[in-house]
């Protein structure tokens, strides 16, 4: 039976969309595909609002290849990792394991990473890459990436700021020229409400001018080559998924239909929603002021048994997240993304309350 | 108007694969998704006569990754390449790029790369990888993987066999263990006649064992975690691209169906017919007795006009190739792979010989 998903990707995707996938195949090296890529590169720069200093790509992969693309394209000899969840941590190894240098700032999960430890950290000036994750899907924290990234322009032009912000793109406020970030990345599953298998990403000029100088970039992880393979013929270098590409060109349809502000209102609408019932029952895992727009991680203060509510919400048609890794029963996430609205939110809640007896 | 592509990949897919990849979506996390997997992988294995010693797994991406996979995996210090084509070669320049050592035994384009060549270079004993490819798209020209295979393993057992067999996997006969490979590859959009978007690999144990010597293997370029991943949680450890994972589900059921041989003789029925064409009209670009049986490439003796061609065949609902790169227009070449039979091949060699007025 279908069971509408409310974890934190793969979130629901229409049947609309699902459709769209079923086109007759095209060559990835005819005009007609230039035509559909170019107009998914175009439409994204418009719903970003991408000035001429980046550029945006799409990547046949999940999101973590761009962890590899940051690690053998960007990093040049030390990164500076914020860390305060399972995929910023990932991200770090990542980088370690490309054989690049890396230093931890690790901060307790639940907690957010401020703009004057990172600051503290940068000082010693031997950094010349900083990541961090936009909105932890691991803990429902949101970290500010907008102060973040004011402070790292101001005080350290040379470092490269990249942000992996799978699970917050689109649903979240992601103007990559606003948080003034070298690169931005996300994949299709979370909040662009489309199936897995691609990822897009946004980098500046000047984080290419670095990927030119790093060496031993491989090809799939060459950041350059992805780049101006774009320039020179509009097309990808590798053989892309052309069905989500399809999806994706429908979607930027419809996001720019509703508009930046319109889709973060009805994100934060069901943030909103979603944390007074949490707040009223449970207790929010992510400390205050940084709670995620689009999952939201609830500590399981009532000890409820969440393998048991995913058993009773599937024969209503519905799926939550256990906690992360270490965190499942301690704590359960509801991802509030993508296609879903306030109603369904307010639906899929008010059959936890049912079930958990939490009406009264 | 939809085209019916006889290009050397993306192939036609027939309108029930492509509608497999409507699914509403599950969770990559659930008991639902391990069970999908699982099959998969089973089917594989059982296709591809896989022993205990090699194990089958299935990326995101295009082909192309494994290219790195293998720099970033597999080879050690230095790896021969072999390259008569443009795909061998980038496969070559890809693990220059990711910061290894590399030897170009390189023979003209049209050529196979024969057992012997091979031998001698091999002998100087500074190499412990080797990659080839089984099917060069450019040339259509098929090297002789099986007689190289018994080669490098009866004289040089350490030396790891990595095969490119993007365009030949399924159509042409691939039995890894017969082969006596280490790793070989291939992606979806070529024999399997899927959409792009999923590579499929087989790895030998012995592979896997170099692999976890290797340092700095990146993430998603990991394939020790690629595979200890699956045998550890009957998933995938990134975000896979589920639509995708149905489709080749159900296209593993009609090949086990088809059989191995089965799918092999109606290739190579394919295959003898374009030949057999080709040679009457124009020439082989391919060495004799070493032509492919999934895409042949005809010299363009008679000058046509492919691009022309095309643009009539496309009235007709076909679609042929252009030659690769540098032999545009000096030679054209026809996919015949995947779901293609003979008497779709007939019709569109009919419609040529009456568009180029060859029928006489």
């Known amino acids: 039976m279908h069971k509408r ?8 995707v229409s049947a609309d969309i699902l459709l769209e996938q079923a086109h007759f195949l095209i060559g990835h090296r005819t005009g ?30 999940s999101g973590t290849l761009w962890f590899d693309i940051v690690g053998r394209s960007i990093v040049k000899k030390k990164a500076l990792v914020c860390s305060n969840g399972a995929f910023s941590e990932r991200f770090g190894k990542t980088i370690q394991d490309c054989g690049k240098e890396v230093d931890f700032l690790k901060v307790e999960w639940g907690k957010a990473i401020k703009s004057d430890a990172i600051a503290e950290k940068l000082s010693s000036g031997e950094f010349d890459t900083i990541t961090i994750c936009h909105n932890e899907t691991s803990t429902g924290v949101r970290n500010p990436i907008y102060e973040i990234g004011r402070m790292v322009r101001q005080e350290y032009p040379d470092v490269m700021l990249a ?14 020229s606003e948080i003034d970030c070298d690169i931005i ?43 101006d ?11 892309p998924n052309i069905p989500l590409l399809y999806t994706l060109d429908k979607r930027m349809d419809l996001l720019l239909e509703e508009t930046h502000e319109g889709v973060y209102q009805r994100h ?72 879903w609205d306030l109603a369904g939110i307010k639906e899929a809640l008010w059959h936890i309350d049912e079930i958990w007896g939490l009406t009264k």
Chains 1, 2 share one sequence.
């Open 163 to 176: 942000i992996d912000s799978i699970s917050g793109m689109v649903g979240d406020k992601t103007l990559p």
């Open 5 to 12: 998903l409310l974890i934190p990707g793969p979130t629901e």
């Open 32 to 61: 007609e595909f230039s035509e559909l890529y170019t107009g998914i590169i175009e439409k994204l720069i418009s719903y970003f609002e991408l000035p001429n200093s980046y550029k945006a790509t799409v990547t046949t992969s």
């Open 268 to 339: 934060k609408a069901m943030a909103e929603y979603t944390q007074k019932w949490a707040k009223k029952h449970f207790r929010l895992f992510a400390e205050p002021g940084y709670e995620s727009v689009t999952v939201t991680c609830v500590e399981n203060t009532l000890a409820k048994n969440v393998k048991e509510l995913n058993k009773e919400l599937a024969e209503r048609q519905f799926m939550i997240s256990n906690g992360y890794g270490k965190l499942a029963e301690k704590t359960f996430r509801i991802g509030h993304m993508g296609e």
């Open 185 to 227: 990345f996300a994949s299709t599953q979370k909040c662009f409400a489309l199936p897995p298998g691609l990822a897009v990403g946004f980098v500046s000029d000047k984080a290419l001018e670095r990927a030119r100088d790093v060496p031993n970039r491989g090809l799939y992880t060459n950041l350059v080559r992805i780049l």
């Open 229 to 239: 393979y774009y320039e020179r013929k509009h097309q990808t270098p590798f053989t």
